[in-house]
Structure formats: structure tokens, C-alpha cells
């Protein structure tokens, strides 16, 4: 026992005689401390109610949606509704179509083919009125001897009366003759005046 106690005292003494590990000692109890009372503070904390979530706290924090676009058809009165509805039938809005140019036709009367046919069909009435008149003048220069030669009276009213239709048809072939030759010589007038080359009518 007496053993014990010395041993003790020793050992107290040789702790005492270290400052260093008296100091080590202290911090070590002071960091205990400073564990013990972090651990109490989280506690604590833990303890604490947690806040309970309304709906008003969602509907604030909620992201808004957007309108559905049956809405949009509801408040449009039916035209938003005909054009959604388009869209869904293509996949796609169409782009509007773009109006064709008309392509003016030329003018037939600045054509070289124009002036050659009237100046054709000029040439045709121009040479058939010509053959008539002819064959009418000849008929009626028959006529007129035919009844300075008729030996009956009957005969000579006959050829008078021919030679009276025959003349009046001759003075009106005669006149279209007129007129159509007038038309043909003013050809190239009417060329100028339509600004088309005069070596069209020729």
C-alpha cells in the first residue's frame, strides 16, 4: 500500500514536471467542450418545427402556364379556331400564293404577218372585182349590138331591158372597183400611221 501511494506521488510529480503535457491536456478538454456544445446547438435546431407548405406558398412560387389554344379559340369568336384548325390539317401555315404576271399579248397590228395578209386579201377582192366588171362590160357591148341587129320589136324590148340590169350592176362593180383600189393605194399610209415598216405592204 505504502508502495502504491509513493508511486502515485512520483507520477503526479513527473506530470507536474511536464508543463507541455499539462497545456496538451487543456486544449484537449477545451475542444470537448466546444464539440459538446456545437452538438447541443444542432440539436436543438433539429428540434425545431419545420414550416408546413400552403397552398398559397404553391401558387406563388408555381411557374404560370400558358392559355391552351382552346381558349384562344373560345375568345377570338371562330377565326383564331378556323385558322388553328387549318394548321393542324397541313402541319404548317401555307404561304400566301403569289399572283401570276399576265403576259400582254403583242399588238397583231405590229406584225409583219398582219400587214402581208390585209395586203393578200386587198389583192384578192381588188383582181375578182376587176374580172367582173370586165366580163360585164363585154356582156353589155353584146347586148348593145345584139339590138341595133334585133329584127323584132319583141326581141328589142327584151334586149333593152337586159341591157338597163346589166348596166346598173356594171356602175356598181365599177364603184366597189373604186373604193377597193382607193384601200390598196393607201396601204402604206396606213402602215406609216401604225408605225410598222412601209416595206411591209409592198
Do not use: C
Not at 94 to 110: G, H, L, N, R, S
Not at 111 to 127: F, G, M, V
Amino acid at each position: 500500500m505504502k508502495k502504491l501511494i509513493l508511486f502515485s506521488v512520483f507520477l503526479l510529480a513527473g506530470i507536474l514536471s511536464f508543463p507541455g503535457l499539462t497545456a496538451h491536456a487543456q486544449e484537449q478538454e477545451s475542444d470537448l467542450v466546444k464539440l459538446k456544445k456545437q452538438e447541443e446547438e444542432r440539436r436543438k435546431k433539429l428540434k425545431q418545427p419545420g414550416k408546413t407548405i400552403t397552398n398559397e406558398d404553391l401558387e406563388k412560387y408555381a411557374v404560370p402556364k400558358k392559355k391552351s389554344t382552346a381558349a384562344t379559340k373560345s375568345k377570338s369568336g371562330g377565326t383564331t379556331a378556323g385558322t388553328t384548325k387549318t394548321t393542324k390539317k397541313t402541319g404548317k401555315n401555307k404561304p400566301a400564293p403569289v399572283p401570276k404576271k399576265k403576259v400582254e399579248k403583242p399588238d397583231p397590228k405590229q406584225t409583219r404577218e398582219y400587214w402581208q395578209h390585209l395586203k393578200n386579201k386587198i389583192e384578192t377582192k381588188l383582181a375578182g372585182i376587176k374580172e367582173q366588171v370586165e366580163k360585164d362590160q363585154l356582156e353589155l357591148n353584146r347586148l348593145h349590138n345584139a339590138l341595133f341587129n334585133a329584127p323584132l320589136p319583141v326581141e328589142e324590148a327584151k334586149l333593152k331591158t337586159q341591157i338597163t340590169e346589166l348596166t346598173r350592176s356594171l356602175e356598181t362593180n365599177k364603184m366597189r372597183l373604186k373604193n377597193i383600189q382607193e384601200e390598196y393605194d393607201s396601204l402604206p399610209e396606213q402602215a406609216r400611221k401604225a408605225g410598222v415598216p412601209p416595206g411591209w405592204v409592198r
